[in-house]
């Protein structure tokens, strides 16, 4: 049986290590924002709104050149999202990185992809891809704004009302809003 922990530590590792290489995120820092209060969360490089009570447990933690923020859905679900950010100066194409993490992740035992393809988020391109490891669905888009290279990574064991997780997760996506665009 495939340790679902593992696979999720794996899977976050491989979202922050293919973005390490893009350099640093802008210097702006949350606190140098507005102040929010949930569902609305002010981050470095972006805002997003979140809707049902989920529950920030990590932001803005810098891992090597990348600022990851994680939020958590309240149970029943075990649903997580993770948003990372860092510059895409010197980089390839966000495309070129989820190409990188899905090569990576096609080696894990129990790997099925359902989707990976091109698509609008916000009106920018974007790499959608969808895939099952252990029972577990997960999506992922990768894109670029402002000079940042933004991963975006959710996984769900299941979704309120049995909604694919590519409706609901795209919507979440869609919330993520590049601080240029301010």
């Not at 810098?62 to 939020?71: A, C, D, K």
């Not at 895409?88 to 070129?96: D, Q, V």
């Not at 704004?145 to 795209?170: D, K, M, Q």
């Amino acid at each position: 049986m495939i340790n679902l922990g593992v696979i999720r530590v794996v899977a976050l590792l491989a979202v922050a290590l293919f973005l390490s290489s893009c350099g640093g995120s802008s210097d702006t820092t949350a606190a140098d924002r507005p102040k929010s209060e949930p569902p609305l969360y002010h981050q470095a490089d972006y805002d997003i709104e979140f809707f049902n009570g989920w529950n920030q447990v990590e932001s803005d933690k810098r891992i090597g050149n990348v600022l990851e923020t994680i939020w958590k859905e309240p149970p029943p679900y075990k649903s997580n999202v993770v948003v990372t950010s860092s510059t895409s100066e010197g980089t390839g194409s966000p495309r070129a990185e989820a190409e990188l993490a899905r090569d990576r992740m096609k080696q894990l035992p129990g790997y099925h992809e359902r989707s990976f393809k091109e698509v609008k988020l916000r009106g920018r391109p974007a790499t959608q891809w969808t895939y099952e490891i252990g029972g577990i669905g997960r999506m992922e888009y990768y894109f670029e704004a402002c000079g940042i290279h933004f991963a975006f990574a959710a996984s769900s064991g299941v979704t309120p009302f049995g909604v694919p997780i590519e409706l609901r997760y795209r919507r979440v996506a869609k919330e993520i809003k590049p601080v240029c665009d301010s």
